[in-house]
């Protein structure tokens, strides 16, 4: 049985220790983050950690985030040199998760046997408080099942996980919508392993100039995997998804009548143009990828077969939402002259 944790004022600090204890007690808990939900348990037990693999159908080669909340335990668990130790004191709490030498107390099955492991110290009350009553560094990955987007909402997390975990902390939505940024500190250049809520250009301003492989604007042509989790399908909607890049191509595309069949996902200034069904993300990249899960959700769940999005401007967070809507696509037209292979997809099913 799951037991649903509420978090209102009069309940917040008896739940916050009902989930530390089971923490403590080896068992898995959804919490929220400022990013996305997680699903954590006890990351020096094994037995634990193993319940999260299970609870999420996560294949074994694909590691897990270590969450902490203070810089003490930062140490227990990897180890640091000088020059990081400064940087981590600017950044954190923050949605950039650092990759960095692991200790032996954190557990294989972690880190899928690897000597790295990815640390995050997470700028949110509800995980910070959790992990601290818990006492020991939590192994959270995101918390929907493998494959599914990513849970931004307490609602989604109920009906995904109920069964599944030993609790799940009930509070409503998060404040980013997309996972936190990974970057790989444990050698020079330091390179950005994954785009997310951290900016680059914030990251940049700390670590100065880093690394950035084609491979992070979420393109899937690319073979090559920078962390062992991208070789998986991700955030998809299980509803076949267009990206439209061009604007121009995009609104005459949801203009016309042949976007009867889609459900449309553009912003506040395109949705003028949609003529039938469709979703506003928000007004701007920051909005869009607080929404742009969610709305999968909706799209799955709607009576379309179809989705249909537009591109976002891919500075600050907008990076980071571009690699999920293009990760997440099953077909990107970034130019005029392949617009109709959404002929050619539509015509085959
Ligand atoms: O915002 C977030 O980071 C959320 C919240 C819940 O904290 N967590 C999250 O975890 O997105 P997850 O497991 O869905 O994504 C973590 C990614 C995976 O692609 C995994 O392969 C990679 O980090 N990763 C974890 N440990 C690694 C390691 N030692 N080396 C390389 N990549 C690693
Ligand atoms: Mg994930």
Same mark, same amino acid.
């Given at each position: 049985?799951?037991?649903?944790?509420?978090?209102?004022?009069?309940?917040? @600090?008896?739940? *916050?220790?009902?989930?530390? =204890?089971?923490?403590?007690?080896?068992?898995?808990?959804?919490?929220?983050?400022?990013?996305?939900?997680?699903?954590?348990?006890?990351?020096?037990?094994?037995?634990?950690?193993?319940?999260?693999? =299970?609870?999420?159908?996560? &294949?074994?080669?694909? /590691?897990?985030? +270590?969450? +902490? $909340?203070?810089?003490? %335990? +930062?140490?227990? +668990?990897?180890?640091?040199?000088?020059?990081?130790?400064?940087? %981590?004191?600017k950044i954190w709490p923050s949605p950039l998760t650092l990759l960095l030498k692991k200790k032996d107390v954190i557990p294989d099955i972690v880190t899928s046997g690897m000597d790295t492991v990815c640390v995050r110290f997470p700028d949110n009350k509800i995980a910070l408080d959790l992990i601290e009553a818990a006492g020991v560094p939590v192994a959270a990955p995101s918390a929907n099942i493998a494959t599914k987007p990513s849970i931004v909402d307490s609602k989604d997390a109920i009906k995904e996980l109920d069964g599944r975990v030993d609790a799940i902390i009930d509070a409503g939505r998060v404040k980013f919508g997309v996972e936190s940024t990974i970057l790989?500190?444990?050698?020079?250049?330091?390179?950005?392993?994954? /785009?997310?809520?951290? $900016?680059?250009?914030?990251? =940049?301003?700390? !670590?100065?100039?880093?690394?950035?492989? &084609?491979?992070?604007?979420? @393109?899937?042509?690319?073979?090559?995997?920078?962390?062992?989790? %991208?070789? @998986? #399908?991700?955030?998809? /909607?299980?509803?076949?998804?267009?990206?439209?890049?061009?604007?121009? =191509?995009? #609104?005459? !595309?949801?203009?016309?009548?042949? $976007? #009867?069949?889609?459900?449309?996902?553009?912003?506040?200034?395109?949705?003028?143009?949609?003529?039938?069904?469709?979703?506003?993300?928000?007004?701007?990249?920051?909005?869009?990828?607080?929404?742009?899960?969610?709305?999968?959700?909706?799209?799955?769940?709607?009576?379309?077969? @179809?989705?249909?999005?537009?591109? !976002? /401007?891919?500075?600050?967070?907008?990076?980071?939402? %571009?690699?999920?809507? #293009?990760?997440? $696509?099953?077909?990107?037209?970034?130019?005029?002259?392949?617009?109709?292979? *959404?002929?050619?997809?539509?015509?085959?099913?």
């Amino acid at each position: 049985m799951t037991e649903i944790l509420n978090i209102s004022d009069n309940k917040y @600090y008896e739940s *916050i220790k009902r989930a530390a =204890e089971i923490i403590k007690n080896g068992g898995t808990v959804v919490f929220p983050t400022e990013t996305v939900y997680g699903l954590g348990a006890n990351a020096y037990s094994e037995d634990a950690c193993k319940k999260i693999f =299970e609870a999420k159908k996560r &294949p074994a080669d694909n /590691p897990l985030i +270590v969450t +902490v $909340s203070n810089f003490e %335990m +930062v140490n227990n +668990v990897c180890y640091i040199d000088k020059d990081i130790e400064e940087k %981590m004191k600017k950044i954190w709490p923050s949605p950039l998760t650092l990759l960095l030498k692991k200790k032996d107390v954190i557990p294989d099955i972690v880190t899928s046997g690897m000597d790295t492991v990815c640390v995050r110290f997470p700028d949110n009350k509800i995980a910070l408080d959790l992990i601290e009553a818990a006492g020991v560094p939590v192994a959270a990955p995101s918390a929907n099942i493998a494959t599914k987007p990513s849970i931004v909402d307490s609602k989604d997390a109920i009906k995904e996980l109920d069964g599944r975990v030993d609790a799940i902390i009930d509070a409503g939505r998060v404040k980013f919508g997309v996972e936190s940024t990974i970057l790989d500190v444990t050698k020079k250049p330091y390179s950005l392993l994954r /785009p997310g809520a951290y $900016s680059v250009e914030d990251i =940049e301003a700390v !670590f100065g100039q880093i690394y950035i492989s &084609p491979v992070a604007e979420g @393109y899937k042509e690319s073979s090559i995997a920078l962390t062992p989790g %991208m070789k @998986y #399908r991700h955030y998809a /909607p299980s509803k076949k998804l267009f990206l439209i890049e061009n604007e121009e =191509e995009f #609104r005459e !595309f949801i203009s016309s009548h042949r $976007s #009867r069949e889609f459900l449309v996902l553009c912003s506040a200034d395109n949705a003028k143009y949609a003529k039938f069904d469709k979703i506003v993300l928000g007004k701007n990249a920051v909005e869009a990828a607080h929404n742009l899960f969610y709305d999968f959700r909706i799209l799955d769940q709607s009576d379309k077969k @179809y989705g249909v999005i537009q591109a !976002f /401007p891919e500075k600050g967070i907008g990076f980071g939402l %571009m690699n999920r809507i #293009r990760k997440a $696509s099953f077909l990107i037209i970034k130019d005029k002259e392949n617009i109709d292979k *959404i002929n050619e997809v539509l015509n085959e099913s």
